[in-house]
């Protein structure tokens, strides 16, 4: 699944190719992928111009211009193909992306007024497009659920810590995959970031320090940077809205590094499993105290 990186990166990627552009048409395969009322889509679907493309979490919201948004959750192995004068794929690299489509894996098809085309690929058919009021998004139980964005200007260090009060039995690593702690922070980067603060990802909450959480806080939003900044992380995985694989693998410092040495010590890499997660770390580094 992709996590919080590659999701911003599709979002900045789609935003340069789809905002102002009014659909005309819309076809989908099955109600799973497309659960909303016929009579919804005709009012406030077609005919509709997409204002702006933003992310919640892992979630892509298109703004459109009826006050409605279309939520896009991409799963496992979604995909937006936009296919226009030019052509741009995001998400699971497989065929679809530059294959003629539709094909077997389409499930949403949008048509713009331009005749260019925004197609939902989903191989496992576990993603969904779902249309909502705008103003009631923020009132659904995801969005209700979710945790604040780490990277978010206003996010303090101090508020990042006081997320994991109520997780105070838990390891740190279960409590930073949380999507009601923080928004958006998987494997990857959770791992990188604990690497980063030198904490062992089996310690309590309880037992991290107001020092380590901000060395955490600060952690987690560089590598996440980064990762945005490299067009993502998932390179076996994942390409972004210009179809290139993401590179932020090539600097990580831990995650997928087993029997390497430690970049900060030369300690070698070990592989564990932490909240039932595959989990990486520096056994001198990050010594569990």
């Known amino acids: 699944m992709p996590e919080l990186p590659e999701v911003e990166t599709v979002r900045r990627g789609l935003s340069k190719l789809i905002v102002g552009k009014t659909v005309i048409s819309e076809a989908h395969d099955t109600q799973k992928g497309f659960p909303n009322a016929p009579a919804d889509v005709a009012q406030f679907l077609i005919g509709a111009s997409i204002t702006n493309v933003r992310r919640r979490a892992k979630v892509l919201i298109l703004d459109l211009s009826t006050?409605?948004?279309?939520?896009?959750?991409?799963?496992?192995t979604g995909q937006l193909v936009f296919v226009g004068e030019t052509r741009f794929g995001a998400g699971h690299p497989n065929d679809s992306l530059i294959n003629d489509l539709p094909d077997k894996s389409t499930r949403v098809t949008l048509t713009f007024s331009d005749t260019s085309k925004l197609f939902f690929n989903d191989q496992r058919k576990f993603g969904w497009v779902r249309m909502l009021p705008t103003e009631e998004i923020s009132n659904t139980p995801f969005m209700q659920k979710v945790g604040p964005e780490p990277l978010a200007e206003d996010f303090s260090p101090q508020e990042f810590m006081q997320r994991f009060t109520r997780r105070s039995k838990t390891n740190i690593k279960a409590a930073l995959l949380d999507q009601s702690v923080v928004a958006g922070v998987g494997n990857i980067y959770a791992d990188e970031s604990l690497w980063g603060a030198k904490i062992h990802p089996q310690r309590l909450v309880?037992?991290?320090?107001?020092?380590?959480?901000?060395?955490?806080?600060?952690?987690?939003?560089?590598?996440?940077?980064?990762?945005?900044?490299?067009?993502?992380?998932?390179?076996?995985?994942?390409?972004?809205?210009?179809?290139?694989?993401?590179?932020?693998?090539?600097?990580?410092?831990?995650?997928?590094?087993?029997g390497l040495p430690c970049p900060r010590c030369a300690t070698t890499i070990e592989k564990m499993r932490v909240a039932g997660r595959g989990t990486h770390i520096c056994p001198f580094c990050q010594q569990l105290q």
């Open 206 to 258: 309880a037992n991290v320090s107001e020092q380590e959480f901000t060395a955490l806080y600060t952690e987690l939003r560089a590598v996440m940077n980064l990762a945005i900044e490299k067009g993502g992380s998932s390179n076996d995985t994942y390409v972004n809205a210009e179809g290139k694989k993401g590179s932020y693998m090539d600097f990580a410092r831990v995650f997928r590094r087993e």
């Open 67 to 76: 006050e409605y948004s279309l939520l896009i959750h991409l799963k496992m």
